[in-house]
């Protein structure tokens, strides 16, 4: 089976599920693989520990920003391309994808081991959370440019309809985390900075494998630098189109170290919690997230090809799945919320915050699919403004000042709430500004 037939031609439930279910898959190997250093650092007992892993969630959701800017965006431009026949821009593509996240990694494990202290102090560590916090970010620092073209790499894969290859490298990269977190934390006595090394072995063991996969199973694709272009055609439009899930990433970052500072000034518990809850609510969040990149090949092939009856089709079954999905999840999250959180960790004030918190962050599941494929509709059709700007106003014109107004008005009890608020709010407005630009294609 060439990719056109998958594509163009295949029934589009079973393209949907060809394509999704291994993106589905390895999101929710994303999803274990950071609950991984979270859990094992839980088993220690010390949540001061806990907090300050949950200090350092800001590093990793910035990795993930940059990865997915590039990842995502690199995904659907080669994706038209594809659909277009234009074999050499694929390789352009991809050539630039792999040279730019390591470019971009180095830079960030250099900011990293510079700033350290300043950035730590920014993300609210204090005196009793700084040297746990020191030694996870250190490790992770050198592990950058490995996190992010890792990431980057996963979409781009699927391309080309090499979900399960994809698939396969996060299940590696994750097996080793969850196999070295135990050596490593308790073990050898390192505690959360062994999670952060066991975190970049399972990256750099992730790379050698899509590394091996580009050189010697694809044809469409390459990362010689023969290949390689920064021209204005390759990189405006990688950026621009994966801007969006940058900026949302970014923001993200943003948003958890102002929501770090408000609780941290309720203790560390409060801290340790909110860092449990959003691995946690990660399942709920990146199941759908996988739905929507799982088929954004799809909407970018079909959208080149222009076959816009296919296009909708793919969109509106997986909006149905995305709906279903999300209810099913909240619903196992309500019945076993108590029992989730002391998975991590069994300090009962930890706990009590955790099992509040979760409640409250989880409203949003049946519903945030719909903005996650609208935006990425948005993208395969190279209309990433819109989706830019549901991204800015979602994590920051709405959250951030939303967060500080329900800290004033109810205190803990409303900060939690925020993020589902927003959610639907960014769900309404996406339904909007996609249908207006699809009276215009």
């Known amino acids: 089976m060439n990719e056109h037939e998958l594509m163009a031609e295949m029934k589009v439930s079973k393209a949907v599920a060809k394509m999704a279910v291994p993106s589905v898959v390895s999101s929710l190997v ?20 806990v907090a300050a892993v949950s200090l350092t969630n800001p590093i990793f959701i910035l990795l993930m920003a940059f990865a997915n800017m590039l990842g995502m ?29 390591l470019a971009v990694g180095v830079v960030f494990m250099i900011l990293l081991l510079v700033f ?75 505690g959360a900075a062994g999670a952060a090394i066991a975190t970049t072995i399972g990256n750099v063991l992730a790379c050698l494998y899509y590394l091996w996969y580009f050189l010697k199973k694809t044809k469409i694709f390459s990362i010689s630098p023969r290949y390689f272009t920064c021209g204005e055609e390759i990189l405006v439009k990688v950026c621009t189109i994966g801007l969006p899930t ?24 409060p801290v340790a919690a909110i860092g449990i809850v959003f691995k946690a609510n990660m399942f709920i969040t990146f199941l759908q997230m996988g739905l929507a990149n799982g088929v954004q090949p799809l ?37 076993c919320r108590e029992p989730i959180i002391r998975i991590f960790i069994n300090d009962n004030d930890v706990v ?3 099992v509040q918190m979760l409640i409250g962050y989880m409203l949003s599941g049946p519903v945030i699919g719909i903005l996650f494929m609208n935006m990425n509709c948005m993208q395969s ?32 009890n409303g900060v939690i709430y925020g993020q589902s608020i927003t959610d639907y709010i960014a769900v309404v407005l996406s339904v909007i500004m996609w249908g207006h630009i699809k009276k215009r294609l």
């Not at 995904?75 to 594809?82: E, G």
């Not at 234009?86 to 991809?94: A, L």
């Not at 993200?252 to 929501?259: A, C, D, G, N």
């Open 30 to 49: 994303t999803v274990i693989y950071n609950m991984a250093d979270t859990f094992f650092v839980g088993q220690t007992g010390d949540a001061l520990q």
């Open 73 to 101: 965006g690199g995904s659907a431009v080669a994706s038209v391309a594809l659909g277009k026949k234009k074999e050499k821009r694929v390789k352009n593509v991809t050539s630039f994808v792999f040279f730019a996240s």
């Open 116 to 190: 350290m202290r300043p950035i730590l102090t920014l993300f609210g560590a204090n005196a009793e959370t700084y040297a746990f916090a020191r030694g996870y970010t250190l490790h992770i620092s050198y592990g950058a440019p490995f996190i992010i073209w890792s990431a980057a790499s996963s979409f781009i894969l699927r391309v080309e309809g090499a979900s399960k290859e994809a698939m396969i490298g996060n299940m590696i990269g994750t097996i080793a985390n969850i196999v070295l977190d135990p050596i490593f934390i308790s073990g050898l006595g390192m």
């Open 246 to 269: 940058a900026i949302f990433s970014g923001l993200m970052s943003i948003s958890t170290i102002i929501l770090n500072q408000i609780l941290v000034v309720y203790g560390n518990a």
């Open 299 to 335: 909407l970018g092939y079909n959208y080149g090809a222009e076959n816009m009856q296919r296009f909708q089709a793919v969109e509106r079954f997986t909006k149905i799945c995305c709906i279903v999905v999300g209810i099913a999840s909240v619903i196992l999250y309500y019945v």
């Open 352 to 354: 009590a915050y955790g």
């Open 381 to 412: 059709v190279g209309h990433a403004f819109p989706a830019t700007v549901l991204s800015v106003l979602r994590q920051g014109i709405l959250l951030i000042p939303l967060l500080y107004l329900l800290d004033g008005l109810f205190g803990l």
